[in-house]
């Protein structure tokens, strides 16, 4: 039964729930650590979410009327605002985050508090490196939409106080100069190709032979070229991204590390009070990059096809139906086992059929094909790896971007008679990678490009 409250305690929740006399309502106005306890309090009070909140405000280890009237003041009144006051508001609610958020268990709390950072201006290799994180929701500037600019790279520290500095520039500039005057020519040689159709405006037409330039042009993109990205996370996985990031062998990884956490906290302070470098994370890393290399040394990588699955479950059919059908009985699963293994054929073909062939294009295959487990060995090139990457619910070992196998060619830069300039471009980077690459092997990989 929903809890009742007075006219006066009403008035209080009001600006921080979406009602006061239902079972299900939503949170708002409020600091996302101060959700992330709220939500806490499930697993050790009897009292309603609605109830403790109340309580926290009327005890004073919440003060949320200053917070909602400095929301909506403006900025001039907030800059004047007294400092004293200001100091004791933040210990307060350092304070306040200390005896619940920590008390109540970290890393449960955590995944309460949602964070949002926009992160401008980092390279496309630092890109996969934050994009490693499977759980949270990105959004990044499409190459395949958006023009790049062309002075816009990430400037390696090492390399810029390096003899490599000139070659770097010059290397990824000359990439960028070459993208940029191709666009006007590729987009006219898409519109010979393609013309207009009658039900197309001309707006639509011309943004739809832009995007289609820029989808065959990302391919000389640097890796250094600077990218946007949208990042939503929750605290305890914010952490943990921070951590990685903070550990990682590339300084400019380290670097979005330092800068993240201290955004970030200034949004969910105590829930990253562990997020800093890790030595297991660093030095595990770097002891299988040494072990890796004794173990392959004069060992040269193979030919392989673009995808090679290298392994599957070799009962396929019978793992499949005994997990569609489990959860349907009240039966052990290897009892489900066991009966599935004496259907016939066709028997559990019709099982299968049953179960995906209500599936419309939208809808999310259901549960039970998740307990089947596939390993694909996947040769691609690293603009096509950073549209894959993002949003798959799947476990990926990338391995660093380098020339040994080659460069990806769309056809249309054969078809439009670009495959000279194209091939320069690949040409010089390979040879500022190799140059590179004797001093600085791993920021090497920035100079090469998306191909």
């Not at 900025?75 to 004047?80: F, G, K, L, N």
């Not at 890790?278 to 072990?291: C, D, G, I, S």
């Not at 990926?396 to 990806?408: A, I, K, M, N, R």
């Amino acid at each position: 039964m929903t809890e009742v409250f007075t006219p006066e305690e009403a008035a209080i929740l009001y600006p921080y729930v979406s009602n006061v006399d239902r079972p299900i309502f939503a949170l708002k106005n409020l600091p996302e650590e101060v959700v992330a306890v709220l939500f806490a309090y499930y697993s050790r009070s009897r009292e309603s979410l609605r109830r403790n909140l109340l309580k926290l405000i009327q005890e004073k280890d919440l003060d949320l009327a200053e917070r909602l009237q400095t929301s909506a003041s403006s900025v001039e009144p907030w800059r004047a605002a007294d400092q004293d006051k200001l100091a004791l508001a933040r210990q307060k609610a350092k304070e306040f985050h200390e005896k619940w958020v920590v008390g109540y268990g970290h890393a449960s709390v955590a995944e309460h508090a949602v964070a949002h950072l926009a992160i401008e201006d980092v390279s496309i290799v630092a890109s996969k490196i934050i994009e490693d994180t499977r759980l949270a929701s990105y959004t990044e500037k499409s190459t395949r939409y958006v023009v790049f600019d062309r002075d816009k790279f990430y400037r390696v520290p090492c390399l810029m106080a390096s003899p490599h500095a000139r070659l770097y520039e010059e290397t990824c500039g000359f990439l960028l100069e070459t993208y940029t005057r191709l666009t006007e020519t590729v987009i006219a040689a898409i519109k010979r190709e393609t013309p207009r159709g009658e039900k197309q405006t001309e707006r639509g037409y011309e943004t739809a032979c832009k995007a289609k330039s820029c989808d065959i042009l990302r391919y000389v993109l640097p890796a250094a070229t600077l990218t946007n990205i949208g990042v939503t996370i929750n605290g305890r996985l914010l952490e943990h991204m921070i951590t990685k990031l903070l550990s990682h062998p590339l300084e400019e990884a380290r670097e979005i590390g330092a800068l993240m956490k201290g955004e970030a906290e200034k949004v969910i302070p105590t829930l990253l009070k562990y997020a800093d470098y890790n030595a297991y994370m660093a030095e595990t890393h770097q002891t299988m990059e040494v072990l890796a290399t004794e173990q392959f040394a004069g060992c040269a990588p193979e030919e392989a096809p673009d995808v090679s699955l290298v392994r599957y479950p070799e009962d396929v059919e019978d793992q499949l139906v005994a997990a569609i059908l489990y959860g349907y009985t009240a039966h052990p699963l290897r009892q489900v086992q066991e009966r599935v293994g004496k259907l016939s054929h066709e028997e559990k073909l019709r099982v299968i059929d049953e179960y995906l062939k209500r599936r419309g294009k939208h809808d999310e295959p259901l549960r039970a094909l998740e307990h089947l487990t596939y390993t694909f060995d996947i040769l691609v090139d690293f603009g096509a790896f950073r549209d894959i990457q993002r949003h798959r619910m799947a476990t990926q070992t990338p391995q660093e971007l380098g020339p040994v196998h080659g460069y990806s060619t769309p056809p249309e830069i054969v078809r439009y008679g670009l495959l000279s300039t194209y091939e320069e471009c690949m040409a010089r980077a390979r040879e500022a990678y190799q140059v590179i690459a004797a001093d600085f092997p791993r920021e090497a990989q920035y100079v090469l490009p998306l191909a």
